[in-house]
């Protein structure tokens, strides 16, 4: 039995970052029922990337959505809204990620649906929570890494502020608000009763950085200052970053400056003995190591640094790292279809359960795609006029 | 906060440095009790990684940050004795984490089959580097590493720059946070059927998964993502997507229609550009914009840009974030007292049923808890 089953989540969210966490909560098991505008659904349906579109929509929203139901309302319509409550009163969590206000003013907000459902889990994304001067700007993933201070983290000290190449914020808080809501609904279980979650995407960016910021609040509140050469964590020593060889790129963790320039013959790193130079000299012993390893190959240095435990590897892009055997073992891809025949590939759940992969081969639902089921499901089909 | 969602359950964590550890954090944090399994002498290996060269007694800051509201029990695996309490531990125990390479627990006798002997009832969380098989499973489960490996290294940077690594342990934290999922996950299925779980999970996997859009679109192109050329913010969007140089600072400028960009900011050569080239043409679009944007101050570009309902924000770094009152007002920042030295860190980010989760309990000293542990849990 999947850990999830018999669950009911009607998901309000757009986007990633409710979205990713609806995923996750599908995978497990849940039935996951989104809730569309008629006509326009998720506006990530719309939001096409790289030119890359699969049945006149966005690639990202068909990873995002597989494993899902779709059920088209317009919450402004009562009688659609009417169906919608009724849905909510079953369900056992409600889940949305518009900006403060907004569901109070569709008369879906915690109060109102307490009343109607007291058991519900009612899971809620902000980008800057419910109160503040920010409380109103939009929740996008690039702002907040912006606002967070997480820009200075990434890339060389004399480059530009520099943001993750990933949603970052939007999954963090995803997968912040499926811990939120898998907690409240544990503690259901337990005293029966339900609960507000909320997260909001400044917080999930904030704990992201919990070690290097508990650092600034007791150092005296030093800024980061990023690496000159190759930086692969502001605060760590040499040699912690990306290196250039004779055929692709190396990454070395943390290691032994001494033991390096024996097993590279590096001889100008053989005097650094004393560890504290490690960091204070970071950019001088990175700068030689630079030049050192660019001599031959990645996979030469690798055959002298690997068997001496060091902790290195060759630094991968897709190509490469989907043809390597401990990428193909993990069977990380997996395969889904639409109702309209249409098959894309994509990653499934990374967790396993019982030694089990969860493969749905469930595609992401066309607008509206579930509405007659669900009027089934949930007894709102209007009876017949007779 | 009246009560903690995961209240009365009780953690074993046999994990160590990050990844295992923060889903202890988690789960303490959210209200359960947690136990560090430590090793007499030395403990959890992250007690000596310091970051800064700062320590807060014995321990680093780093280990205080990441295990704070936890106890701690030391425990030599390889002693018969020692062992025979642990499990004694174990059949009380809910829970149980560990990060050790595949294969460590198995050999000092608490692999799941053994486990799952002394407790049906519990849920085993392992996490591992690059999973149980496989020619990469006994390589060092590192976070720089696993970012290098799982081609992450190509999504951040220009076009023209190495591979460049996230600058935070982002494989670490999420692996740590999908444990977590997996392990309430089990939680919730136990309280119906009676039955533990053995819950597993990889780094490598935890970083895949993370890269789930731009790997779906690379499986249906078959083309490699490129970084932008210009201030690569994503290499899958499009012209403005990225952090510009103003005449006094940076933006960040998220997705915004090219001639509403351009009217906006006043940019005639902006027009130039049709909104459909805004990905093909992303450089130079951005080029363009950017030279633009050298001409004015941030607060000038903003107060235009938001003006106009566009996603646009500073960039900020934590001494001007801490001091303005959107910060303040979220109240991340809580003050523990460990052994009468006080420590600044940041609080759980979930709240329930409206309030914020503060934690007060320090970090435990090496076998701190070892008396009272057993009184409670042993005898």
């Known amino acids: 039995m999947k850990p999830l089953q018999d669950i009911i989540v009607v998901d309000f969210s757009q986007f990633l970052s409710g979205p990713s966490a609806g995923l996750r909560l599908a995978d497990m098991g849940a039935q996951v029922i989104k809730i569309e505008r008629p006509g326009i659904g998720d506006i990530c349906r719309q939001l096409y990337v790289s030119n890359v579109m699969i049945e006149g929509e966005s690639t990202i929203f068909h990873a995002i959505n597989r494993n899902k139901q779709s059920y088209a309302a317009d919450l402004k319509k009562t009688e659609d809204l009417e169906k919608v409550k009724k849905i909510v009163a079953q369900a056992d969590v409600l889940m949305h990620n518009f900006r403060p206000g907004v569901m109070e003013r569709l008369g879906l907000d915690y109060e109102t649906i307490k009343a109607i459902n007291p058991q519900i889990v009612y899971a809620e994304v902000s980008g800057y929570g419910d109160e503040g001067p920010w409380k109103d700007l939009p929740g996008q993933d690039l702002l907040l890494q912006a606002v967070s201070g997480l820009t200075w983290l990434s890339s060389n000290r004399s480059d530009s502020p520099t943001p993750m190449g990933v949603a970052v914020v939007d999954i963090l808080a995803g997968t912040h608000i499926a811990q939120g809501i898998l907690a409240a609904l544990y503690q259901r279980a337990i005293t029966n009763e339900g609960s507000l979650v909320q997260v909001s995407m400044l917080e999930s960016i904030l704990d992201f950085q919990f070690e290097v910021l508990t650092c600034f609040y007791n150092d005296g509140r030093e800024l980061p200052v990023r690496s000159e050469v190759n930086n692969g964590h502001a605060y760590l020593s040499a040699p912690y970053g990306i290196y250039k060889t004779a055929d692709g790129y190396l990454a070395l963790a943390m290691g032994n400056i001494t033991q390096l320039a024996t097993l590279l013959q590096c001889d100008p790193l053989q005097h650094f003995t004393n560890t504290a130079e490690w960091f204070v000299k970071r950019d001088e012993i990175k700068s030689i190591l630079a030049g050192h390893l660019t001599a031959r190959t990645t996979d030469e240095w690798l055959s002298v640094l690997e068997p001496a435990d060091i902790w290195c590897a060759k630094v991968m892009d897709y190509d490469v790292l989907v043809k390597e055997n401990g990428y193909r073992m993990l069977n990380m891809e997996l395969k889904v279809k639409t109702s309209n025949g249409l098959s894309i590939t994509t990653t499934r759940c990374p967790i396993r359960i019982d030694g089990e992969i969860y493969t749905s081969g469930i595609g992401a639902p066309l607008l509206g795609e579930h509405n007659e089921q669900i009027d089934e499901q949930f007894g709102l089909v209007e009876p017949a006029i007779v | ?379």
Request: proline share 4%.
């Open chain 2, 1 to 379: 906060m009246s009560r903690l969602p995961l209240e009365g359950l009780l953690v074993l964590e046999f994990s160590q440095y990050l990844s295992g550890p923060v889903a202890g954090l988690r789960l303490a944090d959210l209200g359960a009790r947690v136990i560090k399994i430590e090793r007499p002498g030395r403990g959890d290996a992250g007690r000596r990684l310091s970051i800064k060269d700062m320590w807060t007694d014995d321990s680093s800051l780093l280990f205080h940050t990441i295990n704070r509201n936890k106890e701690s029990f030391t425990a030599d695996l390889k002693n018969a004795e020692d062992l025979a309490l642990v499990k004694k531990l174990i059949e009380k125990a809910d829970v149980l984490t560990h990060n050790f390479r595949p294969g460590i627990m198995e050999k000092v006798g608490l692999g799941y089959t053994e486990v799952k002997r002394i407790n049906q009832r519990i849920i085993y969380g392992a996490i591992s580097g690059y999973g149980n098989e496989g020619p990469w499973k006994d390589r060092p489960g590192q976070d720089l590493l696993l970012q290098s490996m799982s081609g992450l290294a190509y999504t951040t940077g220009n076009a023209k720059d190495n591979p460049m690594p996230f600058g935070l342990a982002i494989a670490d934290n999420l692996c740590g946070s999908q444990l977590v999922q997996g392990i309430l996950g089990a939680l919730i299925r136990r309280h119906k059927t009676g039955t533990g779980a053995l819950i597993e999970i990889s780094m490598l996997e935890s970083l895949l998964d993370f890269q789930f859009e731009l790997l779906t679109t690379y499986h249906s192109s078959g083309l490699l993502p490129e970084r932008s050329g210009v201030n690569n913010g994503h290499p899958l969007l499009h012209a403005p997507y990225g952090i510009y140089n103003t005449a006094d600072g940076y933006i960040a400028i998220a997705m915004i229609n090219i001639k509403q960009l351009a009217l906006a900011i006043s940019c005639k050569d902006l027009l130039n550009f049709d909104q459909k080239d805004a990905f093909s043409l992303r450089d130079e679009i951005k080029a363009v914009l950017a030279k633009h944007l050298l001409t004015q101050s941030s607060s000038c570009w903003l107060q235009k840009l938001h003006a106009n309902d566009l996603w646009a924000m500073e960039v900020l770094d934590w001494e001007r974030l801490t001091k303005l009152e959107a910060y303040k007002v979220l109240q991340m920042e809580q003050a523990i007292n460990s052994h009468g030295k006080s420590i600044t860190t940041t609080r759980c980010p979930i709240r329930i049923n409206g309030e914020r989760i503060f934690s007060p309990k320090p970090a435990p000293q090496l076998g701190e808890d070892n008396e009272k542990i057993k009184d409670e849990l042993i005898k």
